[in-house]
Structure formats: C-alpha cells, structure tokens
C-alpha cells in the first residue's frame, strides 16, 4: 500500500510540474540549445529552413565562430569591460547597504528621503541612460556645466568623459550604479527588517559600539540579503546591454561594448547570426560558471 | 483610419509574429510593406496609395508600415517566407543580397515605358547582372551644409570649389575664432563614413571607389592611403570637435546653430532640423573637387520599392511599381516628404533652394554611391565606421585601423 501511494505521489509532483516544466522547456532551455546549435554554423538569417549545422554543411568549419572570436578584438575588449563592470558596479551594493542602514536607523524620519533614494529605481533604464548621457555630454551636458561653474574646468575645456576610449565604460558604470544602488538599499532594508530583536538588545547590552554592532552582528545576519544582491548585481554587470546601447552603442570605436550589445550588433547589424550566438554561448558560460562558484562557495560557508 | 479589416488583421499577424502568414486576401488585392515611418514619410507614401485607390478601385490594398529598424531584421524572416506583393528597400548592394538569393522579382517590362526618364545614376543602382528589379522613388544629397554668416565673417566670399580652397576657407574660419569649424557627431559611427565616400570619390573616381566597396580592392591600397590622407591632415589640425564620439549627428548640428562650428558635411535630412531664427542663413554646397580629371559623382541614398520573388498579385504589383515611377507620383510625392524624384522629368518646387540645388547636383553626378554602409558589406560596413570613428580621436592609428577593416574585408570577401 505505502509503495504506491508514494508512487501516485511521484505522479502526481510530476502532473503538478508539467506545466511550468513544458513552458520553461519552451521558453529557456530550447532558446539555449538552439543558440549553442546556431554558433557552430554561419546562418545569414535568410534562409528558408534551419541552418546546416557545421558537420554537414563542407562550407564551414566547425570551430570558425570560435576561432574567429579569439582573434577578434574587440570580443576580449567587450570581455575585460564586462569584468570591469563585474567589479566596479558591485560597489553600488556597498553603497545600497550604507543607505539601508542610515535609512533603517531613522526609519521615520527619513522616509520622504528614502522614497527618494528609491525612485531612480522605477526609472526604466532607457530613461536612465538617456539622462545620464545628458548629463555627461561634452559642450552642453550638465556635468560640464557645474565643472566650469567651479573652475576645476577651463572656459575652453571640454568634459568628453563618454567621448574617451579609456574612460568610457566609467561613464556607463556611474550611470548604471545610481539606480542599482536604490535596488540594493531596497534589498537590504527588507533584510534588516528581519533580523532577529533579541541578539540586537543582548549586544546593546553588551555594550557594544556602533562599528561593532555593524561588522559583527548586523552585516552576517543580513547574509541572505547578501546573496541575492550579489546574485542579482552579478547577473546585472555581465547582461548589461541598454545603458551601453543608449549611452555610447559600445563606442567610441567598441572601446566601451560589452558582450550582450556586441552580440546583438554582431547579429542583427552585421548580420553574423552563427557569430552572435557564439558571442551569447561565452557570456552564458560566463555566467553560470560564476553564479554556480558563488553559490557553491555561500553554501559551504552555511556548512550545507 | 481608412484602413479594411484586411489591412488590420494582416499587421496584427505581423505584430504577433514575424513568421505568421499575411491573411490570405481576395483576389484583386495588393499586401505593401514599407519602412516609410517616419510621420512625414508615413503621409507621403499614404497620400501615394490613395491616390493609387482612386485610380484603381478594383484593387483592395493593404499597407504593413513597419518601423525602419525592425524592417531591416524582418525582412530576412518573412521576404523567403511570407513576402508582401512590394516591399520598399534600399538601392546598391543591400538589395544584391537579396537578388542573389533569388528573392526578388525582375521588373524589366515596367522599366521599359519609362527608360528615358531616370538618370544613368538611378538606373545602375537598380540593376543586377543586366535586368532591372529595383524601382527607385526617392533619394537625397549630401553635401556640406554652411553658416553663409559665419563664412562671411571669416572673410569668405564664395563656397568653395576645389580642395585647396577648401582649406583655405577652413584656417579662415579657425583664424576668425571658430575652433572646429566643421560639426561631426560620430556617437553613430555612420556620419564619419560620408567624409570616406566623398573624398574616396574625388581623389580616386567613382569606379574604383565602387569596387572596393564591393570588396574588389584592398583597403590598405595606397589609393586609400591617399584619401585618407588628406582627411588626416584636417583630423590634425583639429578641425573637427575634439569630442564628436560622445555627439550625435543632431547634437552636433547644434554645434553649428550656436556658432561653435560653420559646416557640416550631412544629407540633405539635416534641413528639417534648421531651427527658426537659422532660417536663411544656412546654405549648401557640394562636396568640393580633389582632382579635376577625376568627374563628379554624389552619394545619393535611393529608396526603392521592389517585387518579391514569391509574391502572390504581382500583377497589382506591377501596375503600382508603374504608377510609383510617373514623373506626376514621383513629383508629388518627394514633394511631401522634401526627398528629391530619381524620375527626372518630375519638377522641384523652386521654395525649397537646398532641394533644388541637391536635384542639379544629383542631375550632373557622373555616379551615384548609396552611402558607405549601403554599399559595402554589413560586416565591413561596420568594422569600416568604427575604425573611421577611431581614426578621428587618434590620426596616427590609421594604418592600424586600415589593416583592421583589410582584415574583415577579406575574412568576408576573399583574399585579392
């Protein structure tokens, strides 16, 4: 009796599972599969069928994408800016906790204050990068403005920060960080609404500093928080495609692209759909390697 | 909105999906895809089709008005698949590649009655292998657009016409306190590609221009060093705004509306966006002459309206291509969206004057490219503007950045 009311069990988890099993099928892993299929050939886009995959098809070496990819560089220079993103748009979620923690601290009185933190958040970031390139624009851009108002500007000096092949991707990352950082805060006030009263008061009672009372207590309890943040600026950094698109479009001359805009430029304006897949098969690999370290590496850390 | 119901549930289906069928329509029915999206094309190609209505009022017709962007990655999925009965494209080599691959429709016969009316220019850039298939219905000129004003200031009395007065007229302007007198805003690569093609053109002639274009000349010829060079020589001198890779082509017109620059070398769209109080003080003059052996040719971007090869009512389709190249269609319609007729028996309204200079210019071109990135390859295209973007910021990386998009040109073109 007990094996098969487990085995309806099993049944039944799997009937329950069915539909968001077929639509994650439908809508995540067949896009990923088709797209690893489509970087081992050299489709155009046009043709009426599936493209031949490289095995069958004597016009193409299986390994070109690849290959060519190693040796393009603007590939590595889209690489080393997302590793910069990587590291550079994380310190928005320092940033986000900072305000958490003041914000939570003064909860009531600053709440008009916190809704203001929040709101670039809401902004699409479409609009963000609009304004932020605004704001950076050399000859009428604000930051301009304000520099020659101060005279750390000349008259005649320009402010080209997006204009600049090596500062470029700056530009991007401080426009990208201002809403992410609102996002983080957000996070982070959720976490500390949730920590537990009881080892607050026992460490007030301790005597504790301030400094002490954050290092200590405060910040590895909000370690659930953390996770997600890191997971989600993370995944922000390495998928980061409007802000560069709407900013820069990846230049001047691709020094500040990254790999989800070159991957589409590759795909849909130079017309390389194989290449572009391929740019998107790293990027994925990219990611999972390192979402899948960190959480391995969180989960040791809870002796899991 | 006139349109049938047809009309809607056929670009519902394209909104749903690029790979859904067009709704099958009645016999005596035309389907027109067409990127004319902006509002002032959109009213001129929509006054074209009613008036086509009025004439034939036997044929239902269906508009699929799809924006220029998403057109060009469409196109690819529904011209093998599902076309329209016309479709609009560009002239020169984006439409080979689509005649290569046999998806377009020859249109000899509705060329014929009309030969004698289109200039050598428009008919090369309709022609493949000797057959026609492209019907031409718009284009434009480029050319440097000037503050007479600030010219005059700078003690310059006439346009200029060759290169060395060209020159001149620039150390003037630099002299009379403009900094950069030439406005460039290269955030889109493409408006560094104009300054390629013009001076490519002068200094080494049409034809050659064409075949490296095509592919069937090396981009690190001497010939191009040539005209690079003279382009190196006004980068240096610092002639363009020192930060033109954070400008985009409007902003940068700006530039030129404030007095921080006196020229700009644009298409003739730029007209649309001469503020007010600019009105009359902006004037056109074409790109100046290099070496006078070599005759004058223009960039002229063509629109075109074609025939798909698995058209369902090409009948109708012919009948429209024929009424789109009559001089009177040609004439009302550029009339409205301020392009100019590639039919050169249809008249320019003498109250536009940078229409009917562009019309003369377009009309004594010896040839007529379509723009760097219409006649090259997509991918060198590309690879090609972005050096031309980083060669302006660093002059000295030129051979780098020749070999660079040398590089890409043989990958996709083989070696010569």
Known sequence: MAGSSAQRDKRAAWLFLAPSLFLYALYVLFPILFTIYLSFTNWDGVSLSAPPLCVADPTVSCAQ???????????????????????????????????????????????????????????????????????????????????????????????????????????????????????????????????????????LIDGVSKWQMIRHIVVPMLRPATVIVVIVTMIGALRTFDLVAIMTAGGPANSSNVLALYMYQQTFESNRYGYGAAIAVVLFAVSLVLIIAYLRKTREGEGG | MKSTLATRSCSFALLLSAFAPCAALAAGSLTINTNASDPSAKKAFDNVVEKFKAENKDITVAVNVIDHESYKVQIRTWLPNNPPDVASWFAGNRARFFVDKKLVEPIDDVWKPVEGEFSEGAKK?????????????????????????????????????????????????????????????????????????????????????????????????????????????????????????????????????????????????????????????????????????????????????????????????????????????????????????????????????FRVKGQQVLAEAKGLSQFFDRDANEEVAKVGMDGFVEFMAYPDRLDAVLKKIEATRTRVHGKK
């Not at chain 2, 200094?203 to 003279?230: F, I, P, Q």
Request: hydrophobic share 50%.
């Open chain 2, 125 to 353: 850039a309709s022609s493949f292998g000797g057959r026609r298939y492209l019907m031409p219905v718009n284009y434009y000129h480029w050319g440097f657009f000037y503050r007479k004003d600030l010219f005059e200031k700078a003690g310059i009395t006439k346009a200029p016409e060759t290169w060395s007065e060209f020159t001149d007229g620039i150390a003037k302007l630099q002299k009379s306190g403009i900094a950069s007198p030439i406005a460039i805003g290269t955030k889109q690569a493409w408006p560094s590609a104009a300054w390629f093609d013009l001076l490519n053109m002068r200094v080494n002639g049409y034809e050659w221009h064409m075949k490296l274009l095509d592919g069937g000349e090396r981009y690190t010829d001497a010939k191009v060093k040539k005209s690079m060079g003279l382009w190196s020589d006004l980068v240096k001198k610092g002639a363009f705004p020192k930060n033109a890779a954070a400008l985009t082509w409007q902003e940068a017109s700006a530039l030129m509306w404030q007095g921080k620059a006196a020229l700009y070398l644009m298409g003739n769209f730029i007209t649309g966006e001469i503020p007010k109080e600019m009105q009359g003080k902006v004037d056109f003059f074409p790109f100046p002459t290099v070496d006078p052996k070599v005759p004058s040719s223009q960039v002229a971007p063509t629109d075109v309206y074609f025939i798909p090869a698995k058209a369902k009512n090409k009948e109708n389709a012919k009948k429209f291509l024929s009424f789109l190249a009559r001089a009177d269609v040609q004439e009302s319609f550029t009339q409205e969206s301020g392009l100019l007729p590639p039919n050169t028996k249809a008249k320019v309204d003498a109250s536009n004057p």
């Open chain 1, 65 to 203: 994408n690849y290959i060519d990819l190693w040796n393009d560089d603007v590939f590595w220079v889209a690489l080393k800016n997302n590793a910069l993103w990587l590291v550079f748009f994380s310190l928005s979620a320092f940033v986000g906790l900072g305000l958490a923690l003041f914000f939570h601290v003064k909860s009531r009185v600053a709440s008009f204050y916190k809704s203001l933190f929040f709101m670039p958040m809401v902004f699409s970031l479409v609009v963000v990068g609009t304004v932020w390139g605004w704001f950076l624009q050399p000859e009428f851009g604000l930051v301009e403005f304000l520099l020659k108002k101060a005279h750390v500007l000349g008259p005649d000096d320009q402010f080209g920060l997006l204009a600049d092949f090596q500062w470029a991707t700056a530009g991007l990352i401080v426009a990208a960080a201002w809403p992410h950082a609102a996002y983080c805060m957000v996070l982070y006030l959720a976490g500390l609404s949730n920590l537990q009263k009881n080892v607050l008061e026992a460490a």
